[in-house]
Structures are given as structure tokens and as C-alpha cells.
């Protein structure tokens, strides 16, 4: 979708090394929620924002931090990369009406 | 706290057939109901939602579906279907208008010529 982006669409990580994902929206949303896709569990939520500076966890938050310093940037980071982190992460951002969620394209990451 | 299942990992259909993707809910208040689809390597996209109003709701690419308060369920259905129609679908629940949605795990159609 035009209004979100994620970058990068395909990383490859070693084991224990710190990752941060990057979620851009040209909507002026307030709202902005990571999750992550894995088969047989849909997708979970792991954290989001309400706001600048504010923040709040998800479901599956352990091992996940995240940054809003700006309106239009939700950083993820994965402070020690480990292999269960295999995952496809999706940034969303929250219409007040409409949609519900623009969803960005997506981010596969493998960590061997 | 708020919960969905799809109780089909997977639905085959033949194509012109119509189709039912199923979907309960658990919430503690006024239930915001949403589907969306996700077709292969995309993000999710749109289909439709219930806030209020009218329990049968029609969305994108011929897609309606039906809320029933008494069963919790908001199935997904479509009069006929489409091999087009091929793609993984999410029914998706929150009970204000700011928490977070919750997903259900997905359920994979496939639609047979």
C-alpha cells in the first residue's frame, strides 16, 4: 500500500545479532502495530503505538523492542536475533473509520 | 480479553460453487468485526467489516458476511465462487475502536476449475 512501508523486504541474520525492522507511514496515523506471521498461528501481535513516544506490548513482545520518536516512523528491533524469530513481520497502521488496518507489504526474516 | 477461531485450516471448493469461511468470536463488549484476505508473498488486504447496523455486510470482490450475535460468528461467504479467489483469510476481531485487533490463525481456500 502506498501510505505504509517496510524496510527491509528480506533480511538473512546470524544468530545473536541485533536486528531493527522499519515501518514508514505517509498517513499521519496515531496508531502503528507490528506483528508477526508464522504458519499455524496467524499473525500476533508484539507491540504497537498509540502515539509518539508511547508504546505498549503485545502478545508476543519477549525478545522485541520498539521506538517512536517520530509520527511517520515504528522501528522493531530484535535486540539478540535467535532462530525462533524466523518470522514474517507486518507493520500495520489503524484508520479511526474505514479499513481498520492498512497493512505494509511485509518483511521476511530468517535468522540461522 | 478478546479471541477468534477459524475452525477450517483449510476449504476446497469447486469453482461456481458457493463458499463459507467460518468464524467465531469472543469478546466483552460490542464486537468490531473485519476479514481480510492475503493472497501469496502480499500483505493483508481489506475485505470487509461489522460495526454496526445491518448483519449482513458486503465488501470487496462479491464477499459478504453474516454477523450473529447469539452464535458469535461472522462467516464469510460468497455466492460463487472464483479459482481467483484462491488465498488465505483472516477474520479479525477488537471491542473499542483502539485496541488492538485480534487475529484468528487463518484459513486457506482453494478454489478447483
Known amino acids: 500500500d502506498a501510505g505504509i512501508t517496510q524496510s527491509p523486504r528480506h533480511k538473512v541474520t546470524e544468530t545473536g545479532t541485533p536486528v531493527t525492522l522499519r515501518c514508514h507511514q505517509t498517513?499521519?496515523?496515531?496508531?502503528m502495530y507490528w506483528y508477526r506471521q508464522d504458519p499455524g498461528h496467524g499473525l500476533r501481535l508484539i507491540h504497537y503505538s498509540y502515539g509518539v513516544k508511547d508504546t505498549d506490548k503485545g502478545e508476543v513482545s519477549d525478545g522485541y523492542s520498539v521506538s517512536r520518536s517520530k509520527t511517520e516512523d515504528f522501528l522493531l528491533t530484535l535486540e539478540s536475533a535467535t532462530s525462533s524469530q524466523t518470522s514474517v513481520y507486518f507493520c500495520?497502521?489503524?484508520?479511526?473509520?474505514?479499513?481498520?488496518?492498512?497493512f505494509g507489504s511485509g518483511t521476511r526474516l530468517t535468522v540461522v | 480479553a478478546q479471541s477468534v477461531a477459524q475452525p477450517e485450516d483449510q476449504v476446497n471448493v469447486a469453482e461456481g460453487n458457493p463458499l463459507t469461511v467460518k468464524c467465531t468470536y469472543s469478546?466483552?463488549?460490542?464486537?468490531?468485526l473485519f476479514w481480510y484476505v492475503q493472497y501469496p508473498n502480499r500483505g493483508l488486504q481489506f475485505l470487509l467489516k461489522?460495526?454496526?447496523?445491518?448483519?449482513l455486510v458486503k465488501g470487496s470482490y462479491g464477499f459478504e458476511a453474516e454477523f450473529n450475535k447469539s452464535q458469535t460468528s461472522f462467516h464469510l461467504k460468497k455466492p460463487s465462487a472464483l479459482v481467483s479467489d484462491s488465498a488465505l483469510y483472516f477474520c479479525a476481531v477488537r471491542d473499542t475502536g483502539n485496541t488492538p485487533l485480534v487475529f484468528g490463525k487463518g484459513t486457506r481456500l482453494s478454489v478447483i476449475a
Open positions: 469478546v466483552s463488549g460490542n464486537p468490531y
Open positions: 461489522y460495526i454496526t447496523g445491518d448483519n
Open positions: 500495520a497502521i489503524s484508520h479511526p473509520q474505514g479499513p481498520g488496518y492498512t
Open positions: 498517513e499521519n496515523h496515531r496508531y
